[in-house]
């Protein structure tokens, strides 16, 4: 079974700050990284997808991957009120494997308070 | 912006019933998976498919559940019968083609399941 632990929520920032979730994995194997928000009620939204060791921005967020510690995180700046959810990390098994299901952390839920 | 369909989006049911759900993955798309999510906890996956073929059906509970891309479009599963602890939203989601790199997957709005 391949473990995915985020850090315990529930998180709480104010709005303009930086918010910073982070994931811990335990297969070494993992190839795939990705992050997804989920508002109450509603599915999971993909917000960034990491492959290699390193920084990946996009916009607001910025994802990091160290493969050698078994780590990712996430990292939105300017963090808005509109950013309030829950934030699933997962890893995929391999790149490349036809198995391409989805580990999933039980999430770490995030408030931006005005 | 094409996006993967369910129906229904919520379901009420008595246990011992039989339900069904259906899914229409992204036009193109040959991988189509079928996740639950219990409250509080994060998807598993229930079934996976590519185009019409069964890949990785490790974790459906084969007594109760089972799930079909006839055509290798569109997708059932179904619950029967159902019982208290299938109470949950059953995820959708489907990507380009597993195995090519391509693989990132987008999710349907799901379907809320509660059994009474």
């Known amino acids: 079974q391949k473990e995915v632990e985020q850090n315990s929520g529930p998180l709480s920032v104010p709005e303009g700050a930086i918010a910073s979730l982070n994931c811990t994995y335990s297969d070494r194997g993992s190839q795939s990284f990705f992050w997804y928000r989920q508002y109450s009620g509603k599915s999971p939204e993909l917000i960034m997808s990491?492959?290699?060791?390193g920084d990946k921005e996009d916009g607001r967020f910025t994802a990091q991957l160290n493969k050698a510690s078994q780590y990712v995180s996430l990292l939105i700046r300017d963090s808005q009120p509109s950013d309030s959810a829950t934030y699933l990390c997962a890893i995929q098994a391999g790149r490349g494997s036809t198995l391409g299901r989805l580990y999933f952390g039980r999430g770490t839920q995030l408030t931006v308070w005005p | 912006e094409a996006e993967v369909a369910q129906s229904p989006r919520y379901k009420i049911t008595e246990k011992s019933q039989a339900v069904a759900f259906w899914c229409d993955p992204i036009s193109g798309h040959a991988t189509l998976y079928w996740y639950r999510q219990i409250l509080g906890q994060g998807p598993e996956l229930l079934v996976q498919?590519?185009?019409?073929?069964?890949?990785?059906d490790s974790q459906l509970p084969k007594d109760r559940f089972s799930a079909e891309r006839l055509k290798g479009v569109d997708s059932t599963l179904k619950i029967q019968p159902a019982e208290l602890g299938d109470s949950a939203m059953y995820l959708c989601?489907?990507?380009?083609?597993?195995?090519?790199?391509?693989?990132?997957?987008?999710f349907g709005p799901g379907t809320r399941l509660t059994v009474l």
């Open positions: 498919f590519q185009d019409e073929s069964v890949v990785d």
């Open positions: 989601a489907s990507s380009p083609r597993a195995g090519t790199g391509e693989d990132t997957q987008y």
């Open positions: 990491i492959y290699s060791n």
